[in-house]
């Protein structure tokens, strides 16, 4: 879908990044060049130190960032699927960010105001700082070797920021565990029993 | 007490320097943590830019000529990983510098390598219209 919003909406400017917020490379090749109908044609760079989650505040996935020709962020991170595959759990309508996107990039309709764009901003927590942090420093160790320590700093970064998709479920490949099984569930009743924090549209 | 070299990350930027393991911190020497971090200390206090932050506790933050990197990561707001035994440690800017940063509404720069390892920069389309779309394989 993301391929398809590029092809009509690339050549009246708009320009798709996808960050991918993953350790292994591989993980990513294959989502990139084999999942899709066709081969993307659009930037997709890998954040393996979550440098753009940290920048921008972004806590879980998919989610989009909108700015504009002056470097200004006009819609601040949203959970954004790129179809309804998944609508049972997202609860959101993937088609009113895509109509909205294209409002903003063919007639240049700005989504939100200033005051609506901080309002919707969940700045971070020094805890969350504090654990983004440690999840840096947990996969540094684990590159080189240290698993011991690698393993410390990572349960360290998931207990300080508990309901951080990026950190919580991104760490479960890391840790041997797999994302779509029981840690996940049980991170997943967690999670929902505090409220679904930190997504939203 | 042993002398070694460690790895500072700062704002993901990696920094060999002088170091001295001293139980659960580092002990950097200055000129070092200025070249991995940009803060001199100066009699008014830590530096950096135009910007000075006050220190408090002076006798914390400097022992045997070498700043303690726990208390400068205090003295700064900033939160700090470390892990004395393997020399590593890493700075992440302070939850109030990112509230601040997004309140802007300035996108913030990044480069990060595409799948063939080049870099791609936010800057690279500067100019135009750009959607980032955070995901992952999990």
């Known amino acids: ?201 | 007490m042993s002398d070694t070299t460690a790895t500072i990350v700062d704002d993901n930027c990696a920094t060999v320097v002088h170091a001295t393991q001293d139980d659960d911190t580092l002990l950097v020497e200055a000129d070092d943590l200025a070249r991995a971090t940009g803060w001199t200390l100066k009699p008014e206090g830590l530096c950096r830019d135009d910007i000075c932050v006050p220190v408090r506790d002076r006798g914390a933050l400097v022992r045997d000529h070498h700043i303690d990197l726990r208390a400068f990561a205090v003295a700064l707001g900033r939160p700090l990983a470390l892990e004395p035994g393997a020399a590593l440690a890493v700075l992440a800017e302070g939850s109030d510098g990112v509230g601040a940063q997004l309140a802007s509404l300035t996108a913030p720069p990044f480069t990060l390598p595409d799948l063939d390892d080049n870099p791609v920069a936010l800057a690279d389309f500067a100019g135009r219209k750009r959607l980032l779309i955070a995901w992952a394989s999990w």
Do not use: C
């Open chain 1, 1 to 201: 879908m993301w391929q398809e919003l590029y092809e009509e909406l690339g050549p009246h400017g708009l320009v798709p990044i996808a960050v991918a917020l993953d350790e292994d490379l591989d993980a990513v090749k294959q989502w990139a060049r084999d999942e899709p109908p066709v081969p993307l044609t659009y930037p997709v760079v890998v954040d393996r130190d979550h440098v753009v989650a940290e920048r921008y505040g972004i806590v879980n996935i998919p989610t989009t960032v909108w700015i504009d020709e002056h470097d200004r962020v006009v819609r601040p991170p949203s959970i954004a699927p790129a179809d309804d595959k998944f609508r049972d759990f997202t609860q959101i309508d993937s088609s009113v960010h895509h109509a909205a996107l294209r409002s903003w990039v063919l007639d240049g309709v700005a989504p939100l105001t200033d005051d609506e764009i901080r309002g919707r901003q969940i700045p971070p927590e020094p805890e969350v700082q504090l654990a983004r942090a440690e999840r840096r420093l947990a996969v540094h160790l684990l590159r080189a070797g240290d698993r011991e320590a690698g393993e410390r700093h990572l349960t360290a970064a998931m207990t300080l920021a508990p309901n951080d998709w990026t950190i919580r479920r991104g760490s479960m490949p890391i840790r041997g565990e797999d994302p779509f099984g029981q840690a996940f569930f049980d991170f997943y009743q967690e999670w929902e029993a505090a409220g679904r924090p930190g997504y939203g549209a």
